[in-house]
Structure formats: structure tokens, C-alpha cells
């Protein structure tokens, strides 16, 4: 990702030159240039490149999953509306008095009532509803905190892959490097007589394996780069160039703690408690659905312009019990597997998080090896082992093995790395990829 800094464009403008004898114009510049250092300093530090942070609030506004899930949330709240609407009144026509065919004519004609009529329902319904809507746009917005863990999880371990695949495609740059200036002195004592051929077949077969592994990492970094265009919802073919380094912090919290933050901030338990609370609402619909409900109306005749009249009905449930039995045992059935959901959910959770806690621990002993002795013993002893074979001590297969085993051991550190902040974002998220 490319940055144009209007400041930098700014400064390849030709500046007038002061001379002595304009001391007003010297002291415009001193201004300008006192004004404009914080922002010259600020361009110069800033990452060229794509940061992990960029990487994340760029998805979070552009990734289908989120923006899916924040339409579910409009949809919810377009729910929640209609359930809290009262039913709509009804304009009515009605006609009384028309005579029947082979009826004698009336000494009146036929009548004609305009009126309106209006549902009440039983007290409690619409406030139930209400409060049923509310849960759903709750539960809506806890999937969409769930959905944006998600994919933030999965953004850093993208970045963090590509990030590991172009670090030992380096690594394996420098180990070709090793090897190359192995093998031109090999070849060079090989022709003055003081190798063998077979310590030169050695090392380009080192150099071949090392090439296959560089090509190998090459595609690894196409691949991790192609995953994290998708994730940020860019074409496969636009650059990334990733400005924020793998990095070791060691983790500072137990699993008890951790656990802990889980119950009380995880969207998905959050969704799984408000589920079991909609559903017990639910089920107190379901019996207020036995309830009658007030018809009442109000209408205007067509002969007797100065009178009006009114109209009441009730209906009747009860006398239709298999609906409001039907409606019953479904509700309760949905308390039931929202309880069971719930309990499993937390289960889940637990479980997702003490494995990525595990795994974080164990990336975070290998790496703490690698650090504390391997890496610089065998970097000191292959500076040594360099030496005595300039100087015609040791030999070459001695040095060659040293050179693959420093290569492999850089190799394995970077993954720790890699794999510690691969199990730092699946702790973030643990458990709320599952179904």
C-alpha cells in the first residue's frame, strides 16, 4: 500500500533563495520549516506499507461477513418496529336494507354505514412484543460483535502467515548466501587439490534444497497475501507489502483470568443468554395467545346523518385450543434447546480456549529455546568453524552440517513466532467460529 504525502510533493517545489540583505524572508522560512518539522517527522516515520492495524479497521468496514451481519442488525431493528406497532385500524363499508329479488320495495331504500374499527388486545401482548423485538435486535448486535472477532481473528493470522512466509523466504535468501560463498572456496581448493568433488557435490545439493524451499515459501507468501486480499475485500492482484513485524511478547495472564474476560465479554455467550431470555419471553406469548382480544368500531349511517353508533366483538380463542396448544409446545421446545445451546456454547468456549492457551504456552517455551541459547551458540560456532576452514582445519561436510543446522534452527524460531501469534488471535476468538 502506497501513502501520497501532500507535504512530501510539497517539498520538491522550488523554494526562493534568501540572500543577506532580506532578512524578513529568512525569517518566513525559519516559521515555515518550525511549523512544518512535526509533520515532516511524522511522514518520515510512518510504515511504508500495510500495518497489521490497517489491516483489521480495513476489514471491519469492507469484509462481506461483517457487512452481512450489520445488515442482519438493520433487519432486526426493521423487526423490532413491527412488533411494536399496534394494529392497524380498519376503514369499513357496510350496507343494510337492500331488497331481495321478488321482495316487495321497501317503504326505505338501502342504508350505508362508514365507520372504522380498531383491535385492542389484551393487556400485556403488545408489551411483550415489544420486549421480544428489543431481544432480537440484542441478539442480532452480539452476533455482529461475534462475526467482527471472527474475522479480526482471522485477518492477524493471514497477516501474520504472510508475514512468517516472506520472513523465511529471507532467512532462506541468507542461508543461499552461506552456501554460495561456501561454494566458491570449495571449488577453488577443489581445483588447487586440497578437496574433494564429492565435498562440492555436497553443497550444490545443499544450494538445491535450499533453492526448492526458497520457491516453496515464495508460493506461501502469494497464497497468505491472496487470503488476505480476500479477507479485506481487495482484487487477488493488488500488492501487500505488510510494514508491521513479527514480534515476542510473553503472555502475562493465567487461564483463570482468561476465562473470566471470556464469560463476560464473548458475543457469543452474550447471544446464547439473551437466546434463553427471548425464549422464555416466548413462551409467556405463547400463553397470552389464549387471551381474547377487543374489537371495537365506530360508524356513521347514510339516512340519519345526525346519529352515529358503535360496534364490539371479542375474539375467540379458546375455542380453538389446538392453535394455542400448538404455539405452546413449540415455544417450550425452543426454551428447552436454548438452554441446551447455551450450556453447550460455554462448554465450547471453554474448551477452544484452554487448547489456544496451551498452544500459546508451547509456541511461547520454543521460542523462549530458541532464544535463550540455540540460536546464538550456533552462530558463534559457525563463525568459528569459518575460521579454522580458512585456515585449512575442519572439514567441509563439519561446516556444511553446521550451516543447514543454523539455517533450520532460524527456520523453526521464526515459526514459534508465528505459531505464538497465531494462538494469541485464536485466544481472542476461541470458540466463536463454531457453529
Aim: positive net charge.
Amino acid at each position: 500500500m502506497h501513502h501520497s504525502i501532500p507535504i512530501a510533493r510539497a517539498s520538491r517545489r522550488r523554494v526562493p533563495t534568501c540572500s543577506a540583505s532580506r532578512p524578513g524572508a529568512r525569517a518566513v522560512l525559519a516559521l515555515a520549516v518550525l511549523a512544518l518539522g512535526p509533520a515532516l517527522s511524522r511522514a518520515a516515520a510512518a510504515p511504508a506499507g500495510l500495518t497489521l492495524e490497517q489491516a483489521l479497521a480495513l476489514a471491519l468496514q469492507v469484509n462481506p461477513r461483517v457487512l452481512a451481519a450489520a445488515l442482519d442488525v438493520q433487519a432486526a431493528a426493521g423487526r423490532s418496529l413491527q412488533l411494536g406497532a399496534r394494529p392497524e385500524p380498519q376503514l369499513l363499508a357496510a350496507m343494510e336494507g337492500a331488497r331481495l329479488p321478488g321482495a316487495p320495495r321497501p317503504e326505505e331504500g338501502a342504508e350505508w354505514h362508514l365507520g372504522v374499527e380498531q383491535l385492542f388486545e389484551f393487556p400485556g401482548k403488545l408489551a411483550l412484543r415489544r420486549r421480544i423485538g428489543r431481544l432480537q435486535e440484542e441478539v442480532a448486535a452480539a452476533e455482529l460483535e461475534r462475526v467482527r472477532l471472527v474475522v479480526a481473528a482471522d485477518v492477524k493470522r493471514a497477516y501474520w502467515r504472510a508475514a512468517f512466509a516472506a520472513g523465511a523466504a529471507r532467512l532462506l535468501a541468507g542461508a543461499l548466501e552461506r552456501i554460495d560463498l561456501l561454494l566458491v572456496d570449495l571449488q577453488a581448493r577443489y581445483r588447487a587439490g586440497t578437496a574433494a568433488y564429492v565435498d562440492v557435490l555436497r553443497a550444490r545439493a545443499e544450494k538445491a534444497r535450499l533453492r526448492n524451499q526458497a520457491l516453496e515459501q515464495e508460493k506461501e507468501v502469494a497464497l497468505a497475501r491472496l487470503e488476505l486480499n480476500t479477507l479485506l475485500a481487495r482484487p487477488a492482484d493488488v500488492p501487500v507489502e505488510l510494514a508491521t513485524p513479527m514480534s515476542f511478547a510473553p503472555l502475562t495472564v493465567g487461564m483463570g483470568e482468561l476465562w473470566e474476560k471470556a464469560r463476560s465479554s464473548r458475543p457469543s455467550l452474550r447471544s446464547a443468554a439473551l437466546q434463553r431470555v427471548l425464549a422464555q419471553a416466548e413462551v409467556k406469548q405463547a400463553g397470552l395467545g389464549r387471551l381474547p382480544d377487543l374489537l371495537a368500531g365506530f360508524s356513521l349511517p347514510s339516512v340519519r346523518t345526525d346519529a352515529w353508533g358503535v360496534s364490539l366483538g371479542l375474539n375467540l380463542p379458546f375455542l380453538r385450543p389446538a392453535r394455542a396448544r400448538g404455539a405452546a409446545l413449540e415455544a417450550d421446545a425452543g426454551q428447552e434447546r436454548a438452554r441446551l445451546d447455551a450450556d453447550a456454547r460455554e462448554r465450547s468456549v471453554r474448551a477452544a480456549l484452554e487448547a489456544s492457551y496451551a498452544a500459546a504456552r508451547a509456541a511461547e517455551e520454543q521460542v523462549r529455546v530458541f532464544e535463550r541459547d540455540l540460536l546464538s551458540d550456533l552462530e558463534d560456532e559457525l563463525r568459528l568453524q569459518r575460521e579454522l576452514f580458512r585456515y585449512g582445519k575442519g572439514t567441509a561436510f563439519e561446516l556444511l552440517d553446521l550451516q543447514r543446522t543454523l539455517a533450520l534452527a532460524e527456520l523453526e524460531h521464526l515459526r514459534a513466532i508465528f505459531l505464538y501469534g497465531v494462538a494469541l488471535a485464536d485466544l481472542e476468538a476461541a470458540g466463536e467460529d463454531m457453529p
